[in-house]
């Protein structure tokens, strides 16, 4: 664990500190209101109402099951990209492209100079720490996937592209900073497949940390990590949140090879199933990434986000990490 960083924060964290990795699934409510929102039939401040209301659900959710660093669950927003393009200057938002399997969003379309004219996730963090006993994570997208996952009719490449984001997110990040956020995360889920710009990757990330007091995670997932690893290192982030089990553990066989040197947020529930592990296949799971990475570098989370499951299924995941990690301390 990144642990002089950590204290030098005032951050006093057990051993292997539980989270997940940043979304909850919406309740049905929240569901038919950003309905109605759309429709003109609920107003803006009435929506933002029902999200505050299922943002102190799981908020008390993880009190309630003892875990150590908070995430707000981002029930404000819909998805990753479209949510950030649209509280920044120089896009427009296109129509419905598939993410994944049933899952769409509304890819933003960068038309002119990407400007952060102001805080965008600011309040709803403020709002989730406000009313937590612990720590909550800020939750930000990053410049690469921000770049990968939009259309560019502005900037002359890819890379260009993916530094003016780098600087609009930097302000976003100093903006947390100064609210009082000390663990921030910047999710880079498109770097595990265009494995030819990880210099890229590395430049805007580092753009956006450089001389930044946060200790900073990035959430990798679903991708040929053997294209990328052991150079994904040098991502001058403090701690990967990855994906494990649902590629079956093999990345632990890159880092056999290779060892791992940053704290390792390690994903022991598979988000992309409807079935509930057990606390005992959780528990071994979690064991066998102990045998090849030092115990003080781990953390416990679930493979991504769990906004694509049921509450109930959810929960039921989120109990299971804790029962299991309280049995391996």
Same mark, same amino acid.
Request: one cysteine or more; hydrophobic letters at 35%.
């Given at each position: ?24 699934? @919406?309740?049905?409510?929240? !569901? ?18 029902? %999200? ?8 008390? @959710? ?18 990753? %990209?479209?949510?950030? %393009? ?17 899952? #769409? ?38 410049? #690469? ?46 770097? *595990? ?8 990757? !590395? ?43 649902? *590629? ?29 592990? *057990? ?15 030092? /115990?003080?570098?781990?953390?416990? *989370?679930?493979?991504?986000?769990? !906004? ?13 990490? %804790?029962?299991?990690? /309280?049995?391996?301390?």
């Amino acid at each position: 664990m990144s642990q002089e960083k950590l204290e030098n924060l005032g951050l006093d964290l057990p051993d292997l500190p539980l989270t997940t990795v940043g979304s909850f699934p @919406k309740p049905p409510e929240l !569901k038919e209101a950003r309905k109605q929102n759309r429709e003109g039939d609920l107003s803006d401040d009435d929506l933002d109402e029902q %999200a505050r209301e299922a943002t102190r659900f799981w908020l008390d @959710k993880q009190y309630e099951l003892d875990y150590d660093i908070y995430v707000d669950g981002e029930q404000y927003r819909g998805d990753m %990209a479209t949510y950030f %393009a649209e509280n920044l200057q120089g896009f427009e938002i296109g129509g419905l492209v598939r993410s994944y399997g049933n899952r #769409y969003y509304r890819k933003p379309i960068v038309v002119d100079e990407i400007v952060w004219e102001e805080p965008i996730t600011v309040d709803w963090w403020r709002f989730a720490q406000d009313y937590a006993d612990r720590p909550v994570k800020g939750m930000l997208t990053g410049p #690469y996937t921000m770049m990968d996952w939009t259309f560019n009719e502005h900037y002359p490449s890819r890379a260009e592209t993916a530094r003016a984001f780098a600087a609009a997110i930097r302000s976003e990040v100093e903006a947390l900073i100064e609210a009082g956020c000390k663990i921030i995360q910047i999710d880079e889920p498109a770097c *595990s497949v265009r494995h030819d710009e990880m210099e890229l990757v !590395k430049e805007v990330v580092g753009q956006v940390v450089e001389g930044q007091d946060a200790y900073f995670i990035s959430h990798i997932c679903y991708g040929e990590f053997e294209k990328i690893y052991p150079d994904m290192l040098e991502i001058p982030v403090d701690n990967f949140d990855l994906e494990f089990t649902n *590629s079956d553990l093999y990345l632990l066989d890159l880092f056999r090879d290779d060892p791992f040197t940053k704290d390792l947020s390690f994903g022991a529930v598979d988000v992309h199933n409807h079935r509930v592990e *057990s606390r005992e296949v959780v528990r071994e799971l979690i064991e066998k990434v102990l045998d090849v990475v030092p /115990r003080e570098q781990i953390w416990i *989370s679930p493979d991504c986000g769990l !906004k694509t499951r049921t509450v109930n299924e959810a929960l039921g995941k989120m109990e299971v990490l %804790a029962e299991a990690t /309280r049995e391996l301390r």
